[in-house]
């Protein structure tokens, strides 16, 4: 899977596609948000200028670019989706939805976060150990403040799309239509795992413990 090197820069990069948001906006251009760390909700917060982040995937913007043109495809396959009612049956569009899901989990800031906290502590670790061992000479504050940022950490996960999407290729599609009256939400980590195996197990033992 090549990535492709954009001509143009892309400061401002998108974790949530744009596309995505506009499906819950009724102008295109902007969409109820709550912001949990403020506790405010702001009635017309702008798409294009919320849900992501400068420089996330790089300043290379190559993956930026590789984004933009899979996002033309996943938009297209989605709206179908609401439109019709109904999962794609073509096994190309069927790939490109699985990979859309895929990536959308992956890419968000939480998980760029997440990496660079863990290889921060590893690093931290690592300091302190060679100290102990006396292949380091500095103050334990000073190794405390160390943080790592890891640059295009998505780039990585392309490459090995391939193989990722061999092993999730035996999952089927369920599509939930809403009869309610109340509105689908999304948020800023779109994606949710859910373990069907794990949770029958989890009933089993609750009730192997109630008797």
């Keep these: 899977m090549n990535i492709i090197k954009p001509q143009t820069e892309q400061r401002y990069q998108h974790y949530v596609p744009q596309f995505y948001l506009k499906f819950f906006s009724n102008n295109g251009k902007s969409i109820g948000m709550f912001r949990f760390s403020e506790r405010k909700l702001i ?21 930026e670019k590789w984004f933009s043109i899979q996002e033309g495809l996943w938009a297209n396959i989605i709206r179908d989706i609401i439109l019709l009612e109904s999962i794609p049956t073509d096994p190309e569009k069927n790939i490109l939805l699985r990979m859309c899901i895929l990536l959308t989990e992956q890419r968000t800031a939480h998980t760029a976060d997440n990496l660079n906290d863990c290889i921060t502590e590893i690093s931290r670790v690592s300091a302190k150990m060679m100290k102990a061992h006396g ?8 190794i405390d403040e160390v943080k790592v940022h890891v640059e295009g950490h998505m ?27 109340l509105q689908f939400i999304t948020s800023d980590r779109p994606v949710a795992r859910y373990n069907q195996v794990l949770v029958q197990v989890s009933k089993v033992m609750h009730l192997l413990n109630c008797n």
Excluded at 43 to 62: F, H, P, Q, T
Excluded at 135 to 142: A, F, G, K, R
Excluded at 156 to 181: A, H, V, W, Y
């Design 43 to 63: 009635e017309n917060a702008s798409i294009k200028s919320n849900a992501g982040r400068e420089y996330l995937y790089g300043k290379d913007n190559s993956v």
């Design 135 to 142: 292949q380091l000479d500095v103050d334990d504050s000073l």
């Design 155 to 181: 780039i990585p996960f392309i490459k090995g799309l391939p193989e990722i999407m061999m092993d999730i290729s035996d999952l089927r599609f369920m599509l939930i239509r809403n009869k309610t009256s």
